[in-house]
């Protein structure tokens, strides 16, 4: 049986009440760090930290990579929030319990999401290392009924049956890939599907041919379930996975997935994705301010 979300409105609303009372921010940008993806946070300016145990209702992270803390304040003059830290439904918890902060960032004043994760790369052309662009994904969990909207609709949220095939915004795809162009890293950025499985277990050599034949080029276990939720709350949505290896599809050879290597990944390639956020950022800053452009 799925669970259901137990988070009323006026739970969350509970949570964003807390963090305002403390922080002079009123964030329009959201941010999620992937794994080893945590210096996003640190190019915040005068930030206002918050360790995930110590905020009401709030779930704690518990995967190395992921620091567990919510970060407030600004980059390139535009106040924002960022996690630190996600979370898994490997973990235990429920998908709209892995989703649920978004909701919070909604009623914190948050009109645009930037998602990162770090992938393992199924499309053999991508190599470790490359960024990819997200245009669309496979929620291989929402499939077999897994989905955070699961449950009674509150229409303060969205509506019922939102579409997903805008999902992550067409023009903000074209403005990370001319960001790119800008920071000359054109020749690591790819744009493709990623696809959400459940983990901790990496895949199996079937399971990611099979995926292949399905259409992704990325494949991670996260990030879906906060786009969802994000689309459904009527947020601008920016998804960019760092592939931090290539999957493995023969089986007879010789390598294996590990964490310590999407680590080392993320680390080597830091910089260069916090360049391109920061550009993004400074690129959309009027978009941010202006709710009037959040079309659906």
């Known amino acids: 049986m799925v669970e259901v979300s137990e988070y009323e409105y006026e739970k969350v609303e509970e949570i964003s009440n807390y963090l305002l009372e403390r922080t002079k921010h009123r964030p329009k940008l959201g941010i999620i760090c992937g794994s080893g993806l945590g210096g996003l946070a640190d190019r915040l300016d005068e930030k206002d930290v918050f360790a995930y145990e110590t905020i009401p209702h709030f779930p704690v992270s518990t995967v190395v990579g992921h620091s567990g803390c919510l970060v407030f304040g600004s980059i390139k003059g535009v106040s924002a929030v960022c996690m630190k830290g996600r979370f898994h439904p490997y973990e235990g ?71 997903l095939n805008k999902a992550y915004d067409p023009q903000l795809i074209k403005l990370v890939e001319s960001c790119a162009a800008e920071l000359g890293l054109s020749d690591i950025m790819r744009e493709g599907v990623y696809c ?17 034949i399905l259409g992704a080029d990325a494949v991670g276990m996260s990030t879906v379930n906060e786009v969802i939720f994000a689309h459904h709350c009527h947020m601008r ?25 999407v680590l080392q990944t993320g680390k080597s390639r830091a910089k260069d994705l916090e360049n391109l956020v920061s550009l993004i950022v ?15």
């Open 237 to 261: 949505v920016i998804g960019l996975s760092l592939i931090t290896n290539k999957c493995v599809m023969t089986w007879d050879s010789k390598d294996e997935a590990n964490h310590e290597e």
């Open 93 to 163: 918890y429920a998908a709209w319990k892995c989703a649920m902060p978004v909701r919070v960032m909604k009623l914190l004043g948050v009109n645009t999401l930037i998602v990162t994760n770090a992938a393992g790369g199924i499309n053999a052309t991508f190599g470790v290392g490359d960024i990819m662009v997200i245009r669309d994904h496979i929620n291989f969990p929402g499939l077999s009924g897994t989905n955070p909207l699961v449950g009674p609709n509150d229409e303060r949220w969205g509506s019922r049956f939102p579409p």
């Open 196 to 212: 959400m499985v459940g983990g901790p277990s990496y895949e199996t050599v079937a399971e990611i041919r099979a995926l292949h």
């Open 282 to 296: 400074e690129r959309c800053k009027q978009q941010l301010f202006d709710e009037k452009s959040v079309n659906y």
